[in-house]
Structures are given as C-alpha cells and as structure tokens.
C-alpha cells in the first residue's frame, strides 16, 4: 500500500502521553512539515509557534482549561504543543490553518508520534493574557488561534470509530 494513503488511514488521536521531550529534530522536521500545507493564493496566512518551555505549556494549559471549564490538563500531558494561528484579514486564514494542523499531525505520525488536535485557540489568543503571551513573543499582527497541535511519545494506542455509512456519494 501507498506509505501517504497507509498514514492517513492509521493516524489516531492520541490523549495520553508519556513525559520524555521529543528531540529537536524531530519537532522542526513535523514544523517544517506545516509549512508545505497548501493555502487560498498561495498566501500562506498562518503562523506555527513551537512551544517546548515546560511553563508557558502550563500556562496555555491552564487557560484552555479555564475557557473549556475543567481543573484537567486539556493537553493530555504532552510535552510539545505547536500552536497554529492564522492572519485574520486574509479570508481563507480558517482553511490555511487547518490545513496546516493536518500536516502537522501527518508528519508527527508518520515520525512514530503522537498527536491530537486541542481547540480552544481561538478563544485563547482573544483573551488578554492570550494577546500578551503573542506580543511577549514579538507577535503583534491580527491572528485568529486555530488549533494546538499536541506532540508527544505515546502512552495508548489510539482507537479508530468505524467509518459511518453514506459518508460517500458517487455521481457518474
């Protein structure tokens, strides 16, 4: 079987995972992989930021948290979280990231690591302490959060729902 198509077909989320940090080249290399996404007019609006400080996981954790509601780490203890964000005045920035966060979670498994992507970002980035953590970072244009993509080693196996019916309709 085609290697890209096998991928596709075993990526799981993955919502437990081991402490250990990934190597540095392994992350740049699932980065990078994000940066090859296709995007409206080749306008390559989105943003990745790679985040390995162990604090300013937490700290993006704990306000996940606070907007989703829960006392829980809604990044399942992954060490590496890259968070993709997307230029606001640029009208496909929703698609060009979720593109983005796909090929972020391609590359990672395709790499023997696991990923899963946690929302929130959006209302994270809206929030004052989520536009003080982009500016501290030298980020200061209009960016909408799309996604976190959480990177870790595996402690499960994730697990495939059936695939429903009438997902496909063919027109000849």
Not at 100 to 109: G, P, Q
Not at 133 to 143: A, C, H, P, Q, R
Request: aromatic letters at 6%; charged letters at 30%; hydrophobic letters at 35%.
């Amino acid at each position: 079987m085609n290697e890209v198509i096998k991928n596709i077909e075993e990526r799981r989320s993955i919502r437990k995972y081991k402490k250990d940090m990934i190597p540095k080249e392994i992350i740049e290399k699932v980065v990078e992989t994000g940066t090859y996404a296709p995007s409206g007019v080749g306008m390559q609006s989105s943003i990745i930021i790679a985040i390995t400080n162990e604090n300013l996981r937490d700290k993006l954790s704990k306000l996940n948290a606070k907007i989703m509601g829960v006392d829980t780490d809604p990044f399942y203890g992954a060490p590496v979280v890259l968070v993709v964000l997307a230029k606001k005045n640029i009208p496909t920035h929703v698609y060009d990231g979720s593109l983005v966060m796909e090929n972020l979670m391609l590359a990672a498994s395709s790499l023997g690591i696991g990923s899963c992507w946690i929302h929130r970002a959006k209302e994270e980035f809206e929030t004052e302490e989520g536009k003080e953590i982009l500016k501290s970072l030298g980020i200061e244009d209009e960016y909408e959060g799309i996604g976190h993509c959480i990177l870790g080693y595996k402690d499960e196996e994730g697990t495939l729902k059936p695939r429903k019916d009438n997902y496909i309709y063919y027109i000849d």
